[in-house]
């Protein structure tokens, strides 16, 4: 089992510019979730969904948009990126909310 | 607003030394702490607490939580340099809408 998989690892983008995060996981988990982690802030999360089909507003919503069209797969999307918008983005997934959480390996998003 | 609190924010201790590790929250229907390990990429679980005075030990480390005093802390005895990370507290909680709330986490650092 590869767990959690995210994809890019890296990506430089110019502000204005649009982009997809893909996290894909192979436990057949409900759950999952979109956070980013900047130094000092900790883990906010972004973007969470329950199931396939569904999604819901985290704590820091503004400016991404997700889709779960299949139940392994959560997209983030950037319509058009700032500069606050880099970070490191960490996608998660849980069977349901009173299990822990299976973190990916994590994307490195820079916003010239 | 919920809040998660974490001390110290960082921590430089002797291979051997015994540590602790504190998180405080204020959170609206508390569900459950949990504590993650982040070493040089995604955090990976270490324990889930959701009731009172219960103790959850894995090897060197060992966890509680108190309900009534809103906190947790995270022992590890006998470190080792391969202890060093950063240590998360995180509070889920929230009626019908998920919800979990990570601290800005404590930096340990164990030195030979």
């Known amino acids: 089992n590869a767990g959690v998989t995210q994809t890019p690892k890296f990506r430089v983008l110019k502000t204005g510019q649009s982009m997809t995060l893909l996290c894909a996981q192979d436990?057949?988990?409900?759950?999952m979730y979109w956070y980013r982690q900047d130094p000092g802030m900790g883990l906010r999360l972004i973007h969470y969904s329950v199931g396939e089909g569904t999604t819901a507003k985290g704590e820091v919503p503004d400016g991404y948009n997700v889709s779960r069209l299949k139940k392994q797969n959560f997209l983030l999307g950037l319509e058009s990126a700032a500069p606050s918008q880099t970070s490191v983005y960490f996608c998660?997934?849980?069977?349901?909310?009173?299990?822990?959480?299976?973190f990916g390996p994590g994307t490195r998003l820079t916003v010239l | 607003e919920d809040k998660v609190v974490q001390s110290p924010l960082s921590l430089v201790v002797h291979e051997g030394d015994t540590v602790t590790l504190n998180c405080s929250y204020e959170v609206t229907n508390f569900r459950s702490l949990l504590w993650y390990k982040q070493e040089k990429k995604a955090p990976t679980f270490l324990f889930m607490l959701t009731s009172s005075g219960i103790e959850k030990k894995s090897g060197r480390l060992s966890s509680i939580l108190d309900k009534k005093e809103l906190f947790s802390i995270l022992n590890i005895t006998a470190t080792q340099t391969g202890d060093s990370a950063i240590y998360l507290c995180?509070?889920?909680?929230?009626?019908?809408?998920?919800?979990?709330?990570f601290g800005k986490g404590t930096l340990l650092t164990v030195n030979p």
């Open positions: 436990m057949n988990h409900e759950y």
């Open positions: 995180a509070v889920e909680s929230g009626g019908s809408n998920y919800k979990l709330t």
């Open positions: 998660a997934s849980s069977p349901d909310p009173y299990n822990e959480q299976f």
